[in-house]
């Protein structure tokens, strides 16, 4: 078993920045991709960024790309998601979740790959 919990959210002004963590604990965390989703009331969950277990490989979506960098840790079995010039489209509760099936090297953006998951962090983003 693996368990996932981020922390970081919160309320912020639009053009802030925030950074998300997530600490692992349970099975071995280093050699598997990571990755951030979010869902907004009324939405579907959707693929934010993701992470090859070495760091070197990451994946965006495009609504986020050029504003979020997401990192890890594998020391501190952490990854982290670095969100820059919010805006208030951001808004979702963020999840980060854990596919353990896969390479380790390719960032899958379905959600059905992904096995475990963090119970997620508000992220308000007020205009």
């Known amino acids: 078993q693996v368990q996932l919990v981020e922390s970081g959210g919160g309320l912020v002004q639009t053009g802030d920045s925030l950074r998300l963590s997530c600490a692992a604990s349970g099975r071995t965390f280093s050699r598997h991709v990571m990755g951030w989703f979010r869902q907004a009331p009324g939405k579907e969950r959707e693929f934010v960024a993701g992470i090859s277990w070495s760091g070197g490989r990451t994946h965006y979506a495009d609504s986020v790309k050029g504003r979020f960098t997401s990192s890890r840790d594998n020391a501190k079995n952490t990854v982290y998601l670095q969100m820059n010039s919010l805006k208030p489209e951001d808004t979702a509760v963020y999840y980060c979740?854990?596919?353990?099936?896969?390479?380790?090297?390719?960032?899958?953006?379905?959600?059905?790959?992904?096995?475990?998951w963090g119970q997620g962090t508000q992220v308000t983003v007020s205009s």
């Open positions: 979740a854990a596919d353990y099936s896969g390479l380790g090297y390719i960032v899958p953006t379905r959600d059905s790959e992904y096995e475990y």
